[in-house]
């Protein structure tokens, strides 16, 4: 069952509270708590001066209060005194300005008196703490990326992607070729004249930037595993995480995962909903419930990431500190955003913060008790969670394992490849494959996303979102599994080095289904398509096919809409959010899965032999009345939910 969490900073409270603290948790029903994680100047004040007893203490009270312990590294803020002694640990903007002390995460990954630094703190904080009984897992760092941080334009970082560069094209011909040099009179002599993208007059080559951007990533993992590789030879046992956050992909997750155990990851739906992008429409039917989607794609996605052990170790709350606006939740939603995060198999689920900070950054976020120490509004609906959690617990076989018929492909370099050369300012990847995933979801299908590499045999249904360039593992993959497979708009639409596929788009995929893509085009958001029969609308992106398969349809100008070939279907343009809802379902359907319609704001998931319902909407909604309920009814109200027996009746 899915333990409960905060985070917590002893450092910023007078000791005298710990104690009270600690049992107040218990009180609440929570057991992990996680800290450490920003408190470098605390454990080293000046160079070597290690303060490690006031976190001794600290572990100790709430050992002495059976909670668990999730120790952070503190290497997201580098102290006054290293940067001053270094101040070339300081990242560089894209416009060359160096990102100076007073906030977090200033450090360039590529700097590597900072990865000194590092090993040298972390081996001292795992060889004190690594076996205090407390301790069940570390976190690294924190929110690799937060605030813009992966790309650094460093001297040292221009120094570490020459030499990435050299390992990946081995000659510098082959660098000019796979990139295109040739084209502006781009061509390099030697890798020491390559210098990061960034400061042209114009556009950038994309292939340059598609290398930057490994290169980054690639960088996020291998500090990472500088401090996995310290984590696990002080701390043998203790889980390795770090916490991911919410749309977000500017580094491949899945190779920094690799080292890790579990994948956690902070989940603010009303922040998300009003600082990425959703339009105005969306923002205001959501406002206060967060998106229907947003919560469990990313539990969904990470929980791929994690290799089947997903957390969330920062939970919002109530109104935050950092979107544009910061709402309350509807009254109810702290309940329901744990109780899906339970649907979802998250392992624990922890909120940020116990206490809000009357001091610094964050003094305007909310923590489970307000700065004088009373119970915030979160506290009495955590509390009606734990009731929810112990009946649902008595419903539930021990290793609930998950079930999903349905797996949508995530391919973060993909992702990636589209914002490097959207030619369309109104194609956002993300959304786009969020609204793949919203689709099914109303569909009521529980839903897997999975890396490039995963095995798809155990699936009836493949959705390809954002794999823009094609490996032959998948396309074997693809080959092996009886999945029906959806293959979305721009799959296999570049090579692996950003350029057009010489038998054209789909490229690879050709080898699953005859047609190619002979000409594309990006649409503003005044311009709407109808397709034929079914009359469904596209918008944003359309490409025209040339193959001998008969389109499912045409649009009204001729361009054919939709083609199979067996059981692989091709979608050559974006659906509008009803659109394509009525075209996956037809295809989940094809696919002998059994849908449920959830209208606009109901979502359903499966979780061994029980269905969780959740009702985003501003409605009451309802559900069977041949059910059996453990919790809610047949009705539920807004931001409220529902649990009933999958074989049951009423009793
Ligand atoms: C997260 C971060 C936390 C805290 C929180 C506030 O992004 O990891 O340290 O800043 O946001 O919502």
Same mark, same amino acid.
């Given at each position: 069952m899915m333990k409960l969490g905060v985070c917590y900073y002893?450092?910023?409270?007078? %000791?005298?509270t710990w104690e009270k603290d600690a049992a107040h948790m218990r009180e609440l029903g929570l057991s992990v708590v996680r800290v450490g994680e920003f408190a470098w100047s605390r454990l080293e004040p000046s160079r070597g001066n290690f303060q490690f007893d006031w976190l001794h203490r600290a572990l100790d009270v709430l050992h002495a209060h059976k909670l668990q312990v999730v120790l952070g590294t503190p290497t997201a803020t580098p102290p006054k005194w290293l940067i001053d002694e270094h101040p070339s640990i300081l990242a560089v903007d894209e416009h060359g300005q160096t990102r100076g +002390? &007073?906030? $977090? $995460?200033?450090?360039? +990954?590529?700097s590597k008196i900072y990865r000194e630094e590092c090993s040298r703190i972390v081996t001292r904080i795992a060889s004190e703490f690594g076996s205090h009984p407390s301790l069940i897992a570390w976190q690294t760092d924190n929110e690799y990326g937060c605030h813009s941080t992966i790309a650094s334009y460093s001297e040292d970082a221009t120094h570490q992607f020459r030499h990435w560069c050299r390992q990946r094209y081995d000659n510098i011909d082959a660098l000019n070729t796979a990139w295109g040099n040739v084209f502006w009179s781009m %061509?390099? $002599?030697?890798?020491?004249e390559v210098d990061l993208p960034c400061g042209a007059v114009t556009e950038l080559n994309p292939a340059h930037r598609l290398a930057f951007w490994r290169f980054s990533s690639d960088q996020v993992a291998s500090f990472n595993r500088l401090q996995t590789d310290i984590l696990r030879q002080y701390s043998p046992g203790c889980d390795l995480l770090h916490n991911y956050m919410g749309n977000f992909t500017e580094f491949d997750h899945y190779t920094t995962a690799a080292d890790l155990d579990i994948a956690t990851w902070d989940n603010y739906p009303l922040g998300f909903l009003d600082r990425d992008g959703t339009d105005l429409q969306d923002q205001q039917k959501w406002f206060r419930t967060g998106h229907p989607d947003s919560s469990t794609f990313h539990h969904d996605l990470y929980r791929g990431v994690g290799r089947g052990r997903m957390w969330i170790i920062e939970q919002q709350p109530g109104p935050v500190n950092w979107a544009p606006h910061n709402p309350a939740p509807l009254d109810g939603m702290v309940r329901l955003w744990g109780l899906e995060a339970l649907a979802h198999h998250a392992e624990v689920m922890s909120w940020f913060r116990w206490r809000q900070l009357p001091y610094a950054q964050e003094q305007m976020h909310t923590g489970l008790l307000r700065a004088d120490s009373s119970e915030d509004t979160a506290a009495d609906e955590i509390r009606q969670l734990v009731k929810d959690m112990e009946v649902i617990q008595q419903h539930i076989p021990t290793n609930v394992q998950r079930e999903s018929s349905v797996a949508i492909v995530f391919d973060y370099s993909g992702d990636h490849m589209c914002r490097i050369q959207p030619q369309g300012n109104n194609f956002e990847p993300l959304q786009w494959v969020l609204a793949v995933y919203g689709a099914i979801r109303q569909c009521g299908v529980n839903v897997d996303i999975v890396s490039t590499q995963a095995d798809l045999n155990a699936y009836q249904f493949v959705v390809l979102?954002?794999?823009v360039s094609i490996s032959q593992s998948l396309i074997n993959s693809l080959h092996k599994t009886d999945a029906t497979v959806l293959i979305g708009p721009r799959? &296999?639409?570049?090579?692996? %080095?950003?350029s057009i596929p010489d038998a054209l788009p789909p490229g690879p995929l050709q080898q699953l289904i005859p047609l190619r893509v002979v000409r594309t085009e990006s649409l503003p958001d005044f311009a709407e398509l109808q397709t034929g029969t079914r009359s469904l609308s596209a918008h944003r992106w359309r490409e025209q096919i040339e193959s001998d398969i008969t389109p499912q349809s045409t649009f009204d100008d001729g361009w054919g809409f939709s083609y199979a070939h067996g059981r692989f279907h091709y979608l050559n343009c974006c659906l509008k959010p009803d659109s394509l809802k009525t075209y996956i379902k037809d295809k989940l359907i094809t696919s002998g899965i059994g849908v449920m319609n959830c209208d606009d704001g109901l979502r359903v998931s499966h979780y061994g032999p029980l269905t969780f319902a959740f009702n985003y909407g501003p409605e009451t909604a309802t559900l069977p009345d041949d059910k059996k309920y453990i919790i809610g009814s047949a009705s539920i109200s807004a931001g409220n939910a529902a649990v009933f027996l999958n074989d049951s009746r009423p009793s």
């Open positions: 002893p450092e910023h409270w007078p %000791e005298d +002390f &007073g906030s $977090r $995460r200033h450090y360039c +990954f590529s %061509e390099y $002599r030697s890798f020491d979102a954002n794999s799959s &296999g639409s570049k090579s692996e %080095e950003f």
